[in-house]
């Protein structure tokens, strides 16, 4: 059965974007006065926990369980913030993809295969990289965003629906993913 698609992820796979999203998690927590600092190796096992939102909150179960009723309040807040200061540094980066990204996303599409992205990060940072300029959206056949499914990878709902919009059953796409 030949290849028809390959489907993306976003942070790690497409671009390098988790010391991004790390910077700007720790800028908006001293904002909002939370004593919180996430190095390198905090952040890294954190990813096992897939969405800001939810590693906000894992992070407050676990470390700082007095500050988890005040976290769940201001949840959205904080990580609509986040995500501002995420765009300002994609913008400030440039976005560049990561080493041999672009020559397989340009052979891919000279050999017909469609693209897409799944990624269960929020619309806003994915738009933040298309934007920072390597050709955005046009790219892509099919985008699927966190906002599009109810449960986050690794649950296979977003590869579902981007197969789906695609017309295309499982076995006819693979994956090129490394992290949620």
């Not at 295309?168 to 796409?173: E, N, S, V």
């Amino acid at each position: 059965m030949p290849l028809q698609a390959l489907l993306f992820d976003v942070d790690g796979t497409l671009a390098e974007t988790e010391e991004g999203h790390r910077e700007a998690f720790n800028a908006v927590f001293a904002e909002a006065g939370l004593e919180w600092r996430w190095d390198r190796a905090h952040y890294r096992d954190l990813l096992r926990v897939t969405g800001g939102k939810e590693r906000m909150l894992h992070h407050a179960r676990l470390h700082d369980p007095e500050s988890l009723a005040a976290v769940e309040a201001r949840l959205e807040v904080l990580h609509k913030a986040k995500n501002a200061r995420f765009s300002r540094w994609m913008k400030a980066s440039g976005g560049a993809l990561r080493p041999g990204v672009r020559r397989l996303i340009d052979e891919a599409k000279a050999a017909g295969l469609r693209l897409g992205v799944v990624t269960t990060t929020s619309r806003a940072n994915l738009e933040a990289l298309l934007a920072a300029g390597f050709g955005g959206e046009a790219l892509f056949d099919v985008i699927v965003c966190g906002e599009d499914v109810r449960r986050k990878k690794p649950d296979p709902e977003a590869y579902e629906l981007a197969l789906a919009r695609l017309d295309l059953a499982p076995p006819r796409a693979r994956r090129a993913l490394r992290s949620s």
